[in-house]
């Protein structure tokens, strides 16, 4: 290999600038290196204060249009005779549940709610509804403003797995965060159904639940479908279905309901988490490969081109792209050590450059410990005393 083919860089990070090796490298469980330039970014979502984010299904706002448009009878052959009044929808005595037109999985939900101002009846009986997740999983919906077990009496007694914001029947919630009868509150909920393979369960699911910005369920795995008194196991069922609200015979109301689906963490099988799949990682890590390599003029031998096919190989050197990072290296590290000292100080950026980029190849199996060319530059490196990010 003749010398005048290789051209060097001097300008510290310039190689970095044009190879995207930073940290840890893809490896079998994850189809992007730690801090990934090539990994695509979160699509843009708008959420100012107060407002609906702008990726959010908007499930009730406040109109009579907006409840028939989005809910109906639970039975969808009864008519949803909930109320609209002043902005918001209501329970109605005998009227039944209701239930979303759309069906969803896992998902952030927001809530705003309020229990009647005309306190009447105790425990159970006093401002009771619930939001069905899934028509499956009770979040409580309560007033469990009097419920106060530091007092004695309690003025409102009741069971703890029943209050607010608990998941009924199972888990209380974490702290009594509610607010005055009357008054409108939040829910913030995250939910994530169980997860079923060939009839077994391999998940719980989840509900992390916010009362009034107050974390009361910290990611709790679900139990059993919600029960009254009995212990209900968890079931296969649907992977999407209505959001439900109950009817418990108090006139609580429900406003700003909005919805935004998340995809499982089960979903994911390319970067990591519970479902990683090898194949799935190797499929993706082959298709960047190729679609970096397809940017590069492999007629030029410098050491851009050279630290531009590190990257393609930090996610399969195989094939072509193997051959070619070779054919670079090889020719790369022949010519390094015919440079003079001189020659290798104007050059450092660039060495110690393309050394840190073997490093991380090395620590992640792409090349191996007796690499010539990470040796190449790790002499130089060593005896000019050049430290190596
Ligand atoms: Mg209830």
Same mark, same amino acid.
């Given at each position: 290999?003749?010398?005048?083919?290789?051209?060097?860089?001097?300008?510290?990070?310039?190689?970095?600038?044009?190879?995207?090796?930073?940290?840890?490298?893809?490896?079998?469980?994850?189809?992007?290196?730690?801090?990934?330039?090539?990994?695509?970014?979160?699509?843009?979502?708008?959420?100012?204060?107060?407002?609906?984010?702008?990726?959010?299904?908007?499930?009730?706002?406040?109109?009579?249009?907006?409840?028939?448009?989005?809910?109906?009878?639970?039975?969808?052959?009864?008519?949803?005779?909930?109320?609209?009044?002043?902005?918001?929808?209501?329970?109605?005595?005998?009227?039944?549940?209701?239930?979303?037109?759309?069906?969803?999985?896992?998902?952030?939900?927001?809530?705003?709610?309020?229990?009647?101002?005309?306190?009447?009846?105790?425990?159970?009986?006093?401002?009771?509804?619930?939001?069905?997740?899934?028509?499956?999983?009770?979040?409580?919906?309560?007033?469990?403003?009097?419920?106060?077990?530091?007092?004695?009496?309690?003025?409102?007694?009741?069971?703890?797995?029943?209050?607010?914001?608990?998941?009924?029947?199972? +888990?209380?919630?974490?702290? +009594?965060?509610?607010?005055?009868?009357?008054?409108?509150?939040?829910?913030?909920?995250?939910?994530?159904?169980?997860?079923?393979?060939?009839?077994?369960?391999?998940?719980?699911?989840?509900?992390?639940?916010?009362?009034?910005?107050?974390?009361?369920?910290?990611?709790?795995?679900?139990?059993?479908?919600?029960?009254?008194?009995?212990?209900?196991?968890?079931?296969?069922?649907?992977?999407?279905?209505?959001?439900?609200?109950?009817?418990?015979?108090?006139?609580?109301?429900?406003?700003?309901?909005?919805?935004?689906?998340?995809?499982?963490?089960?979903? +994911?099988?390319?970067?990591?988490?519970?479902?990683?799949?090898?194949?799935?990682?190797?499929?993706?890590?082959?298709?960047?490969?190729?679609?970096?390599?397809?940017?590069?003029?492999?007629?030029?031998?410098?050491?851009?081109?050279?630290?531009?096919?590190?990257?393609?190989?930090?996610?399969?050197?195989?094939?072509?792209?193997?051959?070619?990072?070779?054919?670079?290296?090889?020719?790369?590290?022949?010519?390094?050590?015919?440079?003079?000292?001189?020659?290798?100080?104007?050059?450092?950026?660039?060495?110690?450059?393309?050394?840190?980029?073997?490093?991380?190849?090395?620590?992640?199996?792409?090349?191996?410990?007796?690499?010539?060319?990470?040796?190449?530059?790790?002499?130089?490196?060593?005896?000019?005393?050049?430290?190596?990010?």
């Amino acid at each position: 290999m003749k010398k005048l083919l290789i051209v060097g860089v001097v300008a510290m990070g310039a190689v970095a600038a044009q190879a995207g090796v930073y940290g840890d490298v893809p490896d079998a469980k994850h189809a992007w290196a730690v801090h990934d330039r090539n990994r695509p970014n979160p699509v843009k979502v708008t959420a100012n204060p107060g407002q609906v984010p702008s990726d959010a299904k908007l499930l009730f706002d406040g109109t009579v249009d907006s409840f028939t448009r989005n809910w109906q009878h639970k039975k969808t052959d009864r008519k949803a005779d909930w109320q609209v009044v002043d902005g918001a929808m209501q329970s109605v005595k005998g009227a039944g549940y209701i239930q979303t037109k759309d069906a969803f999985g896992d998902c952030q939900l927001h809530i705003e709610w309020a229990s009647p101002s005309k306190v009447e009846g105790l425990g159970q009986g006093r401002g009771n509804s619930g939001v069905f997740l899934m028509g499956s999983y009770e979040i409580q919906v309560l007033d469990s403003y009097e419920t106060d077990p530091s007092k004695d009496p309690n003025p409102n007694p009741n069971y703890a797995d029943g209050q607010a914001s608990a998941v009924y029947a199972e +888990n209380p919630p974490l702290v +009594n965060a509610s607010r005055k009868p009357g008054e409108w509150q939040t829910y913030d909920i995250v939910f994530h159904q169980p997860i079923w393979k060939d009839g077994k369960m391999v998940w719980p699911g989840s509900v992390t639940v916010f009362h009034n910005g107050v974390l009361t369920q910290d990611h709790w795995e679900m139990e059993g479908l919600t029960t009254h008194c009995n212990r209900r196991p968890l079931a296969p069922h649907a992977t999407r279905l209505p959001l439900e609200f109950q009817d418990h015979g108090n006139p609580v109301r429900f406003r700003n309901v909005w919805i935004r689906e998340i995809p499982s963490r089960y979903a +994911n099988t390319t970067h990591g988490g519970p479902a990683a799949k090898e194949e799935d990682v190797m499929a993706l890590r082959r298709k960047t490969a190729d679609q970096l390599f397809k940017k590069i003029d492999t007629s030029k031998m410098d050491a851009p081109t050279l630290a531009a096919l590190m990257e393609v190989v930090s996610y399969a050197k195989e094939g072509v792209w193997k051959d070619e990072f070779l054919k670079h290296a090889f020719a790369y590290r022949d010519w390094v050590k015919t440079l003079d000292a001189k020659a290798q100080d104007a050059r450092r950026g660039e060495i110690t450059d393309l050394k840190r980029i073997c490093n991380k190849l090395q620590k992640g199996g792409v090349l191996p410990p007796n690499c010539t060319l990470a040796a190449a530059l790790g002499d130089i490196c060593t005896k000019k005393g050049w430290k190596v990010r």
